[in-house]
């Protein structure tokens, strides 16, 4: 679209006349100064960090979901595994351990037998309570450096009424109270949130 004709008229001058002045040759030496860096080194200034939920707000992909998961449910637990629910499976897809660290990324945990994560899965709900002794529940214990806990802790990541991952944490010896069960179906309720954003913003720009 061409500019208005009001920008494109010119106004002829009058009786105003202009004569240039010669410029003195050393001042047209001069060099413009480059614009001076800030020192992040200096105290005050500091280079902003993405806080875990500003990843659940705005997310970037499903990884990034993921990290802000782990990060925050570290808080209150001493282990924590994030897997994926698919094909009735759980895989490992993130983890992470109090001065420790575990590869969880090949582990597989089909629900077809008994354990927390059958009911937690079919159930869409929150578990807490006592690890059995079985090898579904042990399974993961293992990958996480052994050591039976306490009690555990599992909660689902439902997204369109489907569980789509299972979060598994514990405190090791010590317990898991109900302030903290209220945290985490908070949280898993933000990161649900989070997911539809995703999708919302993947249609957006597809």
Request: proline share 7%; with cysteine; net charge neutral.
């Amino acid at each position: 679209m061409s500019e208005d004709d009001a920008w494109n008229a010119r106004s002829k001058p009058h009786d105003l006349t202009f004569t240039p002045k010669p410029v003195n040759a050393s001042a047209q030496d001069v060099t413009k100064p480059a614009p001076v860096q800030p020192d992040v080194s200096q105290p005050g200034l500091t280079v902003k960090h993405q806080s875990p939920y500003d990843l659940l707000a705005a997310p970037s992909d499903r990884e990034s979901i993921a990290d802000a998961l782990v990060e925050l449910s570290m808080e209150k637990l001493s282990r924590v595994a994030l897997l994926k629910v698919k094909d009735g499976m759980l895989t490992g897809w993130r983890c992470a351990l109090s001065g420790g660290a575990a590869d969880i990324s090949r582990l597989g945990i089909t629900l077809a037998l008994p354990g927390i994560f059958k009911g937690v899965v079919e159930e869409k709900s929150l578990y807490k309570g006592p690890l059995v002794p079985l090898p579904q529940n042990e399974t993961l214990v293992n990958a996480l450096g052994g050591g039976g806990p306490v009690e555990a802790v599992a909660c689902p990541l439902v997204i369109r009424e489907k569980v789509v991952a299972v979060l598994y944490g514990d405190n090791g010896q010590g317990s898991v109270t109900r302030c903290e069960m209220n945290f985490f179906a908070s949280l898993m309720a933000k990161a649900s949130m989070s997911l539809e954003i995703l999708i919302l913003k993947n249609k957006i720009l597809s």
